[in-house]
């Protein structure tokens, strides 16, 4: 990634890409979260599905200085949820939004509080476990379908007014149903919404992923606290990933419809 002082390094652009940027009066910086808000548009992945699975994609850039820099801007937002050691008000600092506060929050079955010194926090589910020549596997763990409940869509609900979408616009971006998600017979995250437990990057479902690697067995012992939390940041992050693609998509749209001309092209 670049640093922030764009003087500092020499950005690896073409002198065409570097005429762009001069005539926009922007920055490798702009530019690389521009390309990062395209390539996470699903119209983009859609249209471009061929390119992008040979390496060679085609990224629109803006002809005006203001759509580089909003979508820059977007780009940079999307950056702060990717990055996991970067807390993102409204979503893993403070208070949740509306539609994140009910997402993943881990729970106890029957109610109640879990007690780690009771060991329940380990994660025993089968998420993973050590294959030959020690290779972390990956299990079937256990899920639990459902539809949401009263107080998680009232919650939904709420945050989508907020960002002027229907409760219909935002079921179809984080999914129809639920999961909770076990860590062992006691304990669960509650209301993983089935299209963020769906999420891949780099083909691997993400929370899957990461829990995966965290079976007792592997790591000879408990989940802590801080760990078990963090899933319910991974979920908020990634619903918060979905509810930006409409955004997503109007920038790409905006960016192909009004692209850069380059040279000879």
């Not at 001069?22 to 395209?38: E, G, W, Y």
């Amino acid at each position: 990634m670049f640093a922030d002082d764009c003087q500092a390094r020499r950005a690896n652009l073409s002198a065409s890409a570097e005429s762009l940027l001069s005539a926009l009066r922007a920055n490798p910086v702009d530019l690389f979260h521009h390309v990062l808000a395209i390539l996470h548009s699903p119209q983009y992945a859609a249209k471009n599905g061929a390119a992008l699975r040979q390496d060679w994609p085609r990224v629109p850039l803006p002809a005006q200085r203001d759509d580089l820099l909003a979508s820059a801007a977007l780009g940079k937002q999307l950056a702060a949820l990717l990055d996991t050691e970067t807390a993102v008000a409204g979503v893993t600092m403070g208070s949740p939004r509306s539609e994140l506060q009910t997402l993943g929050p881990i729970a106890r079955a029957g109610g109640g509080s879990l007690n780690p010194a009771a060991g329940e926090l380990a994660l025993t589910a089968n998420w993973g476990y050590a294959g030959q020549g020690g290779v972390t596997m990956p299990g079937a763990g256990r899920l639990s379908e459902r539809a949401y409940d009263a107080a998680e869509l009232a919650a939904i609900e709420a945050g989508a007014k907020g960002a002027g979408l229907s409760l219909a616009e935002v079921l179809a971006l984080l999914g129809e149903r639920t999961y909770d998600v076990y860590l062992n017979d006691v304990a669960y995250w509650r209301n993983v919404p089935v299209n963020v437990w769906r999420y891949t990057i780099g083909g691997y479902q993400v929370v899957k992923k990461w829990l995966s690697y965290r079976g007792r067995q592997l790591l000879g012992r408990d989940l802590k606290v801080e760990e078990a939390r963090e899933v319910a940041q991974m979920v908020r992050r990634i619903a918060a990933i979905l509810l930006l693609q409409p955004q997503l998509d109007e920038n790409y749209r905006r960016s192909r419809d009004d692209a850069y001309p380059w040279p000879g092209k």
